[in-house]
């Protein structure tokens, strides 16, 4: 590497620390020009004893310390910013006339949004198509309400090229008749599946709306799978508030003899849950420095807990494994219990510091990973034998294949991971697999909503 080559490669790393510290909460654009420039004269004095540019960049980080330590003491002596960032960040309160004028904009376009994919959810309704007389169709579009408004507002907010726009616009339009074209066998296992299945697959065409187009980039989709895990946080603890105020609206109005049971079950509920998949993307985009904090505690919480649930669950498979513990409903609840373990892992790994050495989580996530891969590797033994037992159906098909895949994906988690913690891996090369691997999901969701219903005859 030259020297210009070098100071270029420099330049581009302290662009890349820079953008990260200036999402942790109580950093703003003063610190970070401080943070930068005494960054810059620790390695022009370590280039000076004669090391090359690329070599005093990582000595000079190593001093100025870790980003999330930088993070905690800049909230503790500007405590103040955390609240203002939660309560007047995109409302107008930045002093930047244009930027306030974008956030300003950004609301109204949320808004405007959530109220359009509520309204949505009525459309059906006007034609005769109620919940209650064709609940399938309802799971089968259930995605076709939230997602294409969510889409919109990235693509809006990304400013994505025409190209992109159009070909998300195309996928939503083709899982829309596929899913309402088929002959579906009403209750039958294909139309499960295609509910099920299709969300999946349309969340990963929001995903290119996200990135801005940008689908190619590591580092972007990395940024999906993370805003995926604080999107479901938000999503959380809205439901529970919502929860509340259902619960308290109709114990309020029903000691003075007013009925509000039909308002809430039908508008309030269902309206809601729609509207704040919108609303809590725009909070994950628009309140990032607060949740980037708690992400990594969430992930140091639950990681053990779900480690030692998974370990105590696997022995117990394995000594008590007989055909009535691989009956139908087990392997359900296996295959959930993986796909939450699957989400954990990835929301770890989009919240963990690259740069960071092992440590004991990095053990945690290995005894995670692995315990996962023996009950993923249980639950193939179940399927392949109710298979030689019964035969393919629809369901069965689709389990196979999902456990194969996730089979694929943990086991060389837990090769790379292993590598990392011998220090024979970079902890990038955790992150190259898992965004690589995002086509996957969503190729074999395209497969199980367009090509298993005609297979097996739409039953």
């Known amino acids: 590497m030259t020297t210009d080559d070098a ?54 980080v190593k001093r100025l310390g870790a980003q999330h330590e930088i993070s905690r003491e800049f909230a503790r002596v500007h405590s103040d910013r955390l609240w203002k960032q939660l309560v007047l960040s995109g409302t107008g309160a930045s002093g930047d006339p244009a930027s306030d004028a974008r956030g300003r904009a ?56 025409i190209a992109t726009i159009v070909a998300v ?70 439901a529970l508030g919502g929860g509340v105020l259902s619960g308290i609206t109709v114990g309020a109005f029903s000691l003075v003899d007013v009925d509000t049971f039909t308002f809430v079950g039908e508008w309030l509920l269902p309206c809601g849950a729609v509207g704040a998949a919108i609303v809590a993307a725009w909070l994950v985009e628009s309140k990032q420095g607060v949740i980037e904090n708690l992400a990594p505690v969430l992930t140091r919480i ?37 796909a939450l373990v699957l989400g954990l892992v990835l929301f770890a790994i989009s919240a963990r510091e690259s740069l960071a050495p092992p440590g004991l989580f990095d053990v945690l996530q290995l005894v995670l ?18 298979i030689g037992e019964y035969g393919f159906t629809a369901n069965r098909t689709a389990a196979l294949g999902e456990n194969l895949i996730l089979l694929v994906n943990l086991a060389w988690a837990a090769w790379l991971a292993i590598g990392f913690l011998r220090g024979r891996r970079a902890f990038a090369a955790s992150e190259r697999w898992q965004t690589a691997y995002v086509p996957v999901y969503l190729a074999w969701a395209v497969v199980v909503v367009a090509a298993l219903p005609p297979l097996f005859t739409f039953a």
């Not at 376009?109 to 034609?127: E, I, N, S, T």
Request: glycine residues 8%; neutral net charge; proline residues 4%.
């Open 169 to 238: 616009a195309v996928s939503f339009v083709a899982g829309g008749v596929l899913v309402n074209a088929y002959p579906f066998v009403r209750g039958g296992q294909t139309e499960g599946l295609a509910a099920i299945h299709l969300p999946i697959a349309l969340w990963l065409v929001v995903g290119v709306a996200y990135v801005g187009g940008e689908w190619r980039s590591r580092r972007r989709r990395m940024d999906f799978i993370r805003f995926t895990g604080e999107w479901v946080v938000y999503m959380s603890l809205i």
């Open 106 to 161: 950004e609301v109204r376009w949320v808004v405007g949004l959530a109220v359009l994919a509520a309204a949505a959810l009525k459309v059906p309704a006007l034609f005769g198509v109620a919940p209650g007389s064709d609940p399938g169709f309802y799971a089968r579009n259930a995605a076709l309400f939230a997602l294409p408004a969510l889409a919109a507002y990235f693509a809006w907010k990304r400013a994505a090229p």
């Open 302 to 338: 639950f990681t053990p807990l779900f480690a030692a649930m998974l370990v105590v669950l696997a022995v117990a498979f394995a000594v008590s494994w007989t055909a009535d513990a691989a009956s139908r409903d087990a392997l359900v609840v296996l295959d959930l219990v993986l």
């Open 7 to 60: 100071r270029a490669y420099v330049d581009a790393q302290i662009a890349q620390w820079r953008e990260y510290v200036l999402k942790r909460t109580g950093v703003d654009a003063a610190d970070a020009d401080e943070l930068e420039s005494h960054l810059r004269d620790q390695a022009a004095d370590l280039e000076r004893t004669g090391l090359a540019p690329d070599e005093s960049f990582l000595v000079a």
């Open 369 to 386: 990973v692995t315990a996962a891969l023996a009950v993923d590797v249980l639950v193939l033994a179940g399927i392949l034998g109710r």
